[in-house]
């Protein structure tokens, strides 16, 4: 239940407190006073969207905020799902800058608007004046008839199984689409593929391949260093292998006689092998050089061809095209895996539309076992208040096509003359009419729902006279099971209030602001003449206001 409300600096409302009552609770005021504004403020803790051209003084915060009781299990549930403090009452506070930027409280804790939304939704419902045009809105038709239905938790698991099969029917499309392409890429990958298998490259081929061009297309030059080298190492008669020999020979004679000429006779040895194994490796190399212009084209066309596919596929080393290959390699073996990815899948939608299907039949049983009960309980409303001919049918056809909200259409059909064919009610309502059909509906979801606080917005619009006394019995007995607020212009509505709230319009320094202020007695009785006769009642509208105040009970 609403205890407490203050908002400061919205629209004509400057700054306004008011305590506010369980009951039935009224607000009157001339047109343009500002009633439906208090309502759009509080239409912000609800999670409605807001913008600075809601601020009086566009230089200050606009602040909206309410005191609720928030005991029951949904609300422990929510604030430790939250991770927000329980307290009751709590305190939800909405504030807009003035840059337009908006922050959300419950408790003096930061929330997201979703999460204003959520818990709004479960401590107010506002019907504003235009609010009749959801009788026409196909989620509204759902959760009228599901609630009283009592289809709620069967509705819930319905929609949860069917947002995992909406999912899985994407992730299929998707599957799909992409193995129609893959199928068009697979000739392309099994080229690509194939070009590269077929030069078999080795990783470090390329490296080996270039150090073999290099000495290939300079093997001539080679072969005659190495075949000079050779000779005067060893390979005449003056060669410089047979003169170290010499003068190893001469050194080795004198050796004895000194240190220094035995050290000099040890290095003349040493050099003396390591030439001969010098020499023998020059010319073992020789034989390993060869001057083959056949082996030289073979390694430049390969290398050609490597190089080539290096280009083509933006790489620069073996390791990387080999690399390239198991990537096209990997394509074609998920192209060949689509067949069961596809199965696989088809097969869990086609395991989780059938329990859809079974739920939604059970949603359609339920729904058609109530729709007559409630077509009876509205017509019965309906004669209460005025038309006594009205028909209200809740036409529920099933179709094989499974939505969000099971495999059913539903109609709203109306018909407020004897003898007519009821037709669609958006086509054949009139305003007045559809205010009365409205209040019915709100009173049936009353018996089955715990909102605690219901605020209406002139649902009265296009009736008069008695029938305006019937919709205040109707709202008056609402008002048992919970909090009732209801803007109103008639005086056989106001009259039926258990508190009233008068809003008024006042100039303070050149400025309009709206007010609030909660009257009784003998201003109460004035405020209810006014709205029967003028601004100056007469003794007989005087009376008739204690009349219908007399009757509330």
Request: with cysteine.
């Amino acid at each position: 239940m609403l205890r407490h409300l203050k908002i400061e600096n919205y629209a004509l409302i400057n700054k306004l407190n008011i305590d506010l009552q369980s009951g039935m609770t009224v607000i009157t005021g001339e047109t343009g006073a500002g009633k439906s504004i208090l309502l759009d403020a509080l239409g912000l803790l609800t999670g409605k969207r807001a913008d600075t051209s809601v601020l009086q003084n566009a230089s200050k915060k606009c602040i909206v905020e309410a005191q609720f009781d928030t005991e029951g299990d949904w609300f422990t549930a929510f604030f430790s799902n939250n991770d927000l403090d329980n307290q009751t009452p709590s305190i939800i506070r909405r504030e807009i800058s003035s840059t337009g930027t908006s922050r959300a409280f419950v408790n003096d804790t930061p929330v997201n608007l979703s999460q204003l939304k959520e818990i709004g939704a479960q401590l107010v419902d506002i019907h504003s004046q235009h609010q009749t045009l959801t009788l026409s809105d196909a989620i509204f038709k759902y959760k009228f008839i599901d609630t009283l239905a009592e289809n709620i938790d069967l509705q819930i698991d319905y929609r949860k199984d069917f947002k995992l099969y909406k999912n899985l029917q994407n992730q299929l499309s998707t599957l799909l689409e992409n193995e129609q392409q893959a199928k068009k890429d697979k000739d392309y990958y099994d080229f690509l593929l194939n070009e590269i298998l077929e030069i078999k490259l080795k990783e470090g081929e390329t490296e080996t391949l270039e150090a073999e061009q290099k000495l290939l297309s300079n093997s001539q030059n080679i072969l005659q260093i190495l075949s000079n080298a050779s000779i005067h190492l060893g390979g005449n008669e003056e060669n410089i292998i047979s003169k170290i020999n010499k003068l190893k020979l001469e050194m080795n004679s004198i050796s004895s006689l000194n240190k220094n000429f035995e050290a000099f006779n040890d290095r003349l040895q040493s050099l003396y092998v390591e030439l001969k194994d010098l020499c023998a490796e020059i010319e073992s190399e020789q034989e390993e050089i060869s001057n083959d212009p056949a082996r030289l084209q073979f390694v430049e066309e390969r290398l050609s061809a490597i190089f080539r596919l290096f280009k083509k596929h933006s790489v620069s080393s073996d390791a990387e095209l080999l690399k390239i290959a198991n990537d096209f390699d990997d394509k074609l073996l998920s192209i060949s895996n689509y067949d069961g990815q596809i199965e696989k899948l088809k097969s869990e939608i086609e395991k989780i539309e059938k329990k859809l299907i079974s739920r939604a039949i059970e949603l359609t049983k339920k729904r058609n076992s109530i729709s007559p009960i409630i077509s009876k309980h509205i017509k019965q409303n309906l004669a209460q208040l005025g038309m006594p001919d009205a028909l209200f049918i809740v036409d529920v056809q099933s179709s094989k096509t499974l939505t969000e909200y099971g495999s059913d259409d539903i109609n709203f059909l109306f018909t407020a003359n004897k003898g007519s064919e009821a037709k669609e009610l958006s086509k054949v309502a009139s305003g007045g009419e559809m205010s009365r059909l409205m209040l019915c509906i709100k009173a049936m979801l009353v018996e089955k729902t715990s909102l605690p606080t219901i605020i209406f917005d002139e649902i009265d619009t296009g009736v008069s006279g008695d029938i305006a006394l019937k919709m205040g019995n109707i709202m008056f007995a609402m008002a048992e099971k919970m909090q009732l607020l209801t803007i109103t212009h008639l005086a056989q509505i106001a009259a039926k209030g258990q508190h009233h709230l008068h809003v008024i319009k006042e100039v303070v320094d050149d400025k309009t602001n709206s007010n609030i202020i909660e009257i009784s007695d003998e201003k109460r009785i004035q405020e209810i003449a006014k709205m029967l006769s003028s601004a100056n009642p007469t003794k007989a509208a005087v009376e008739n206001a204690k009349e219908l105040l007399d009757l509330k009970n």
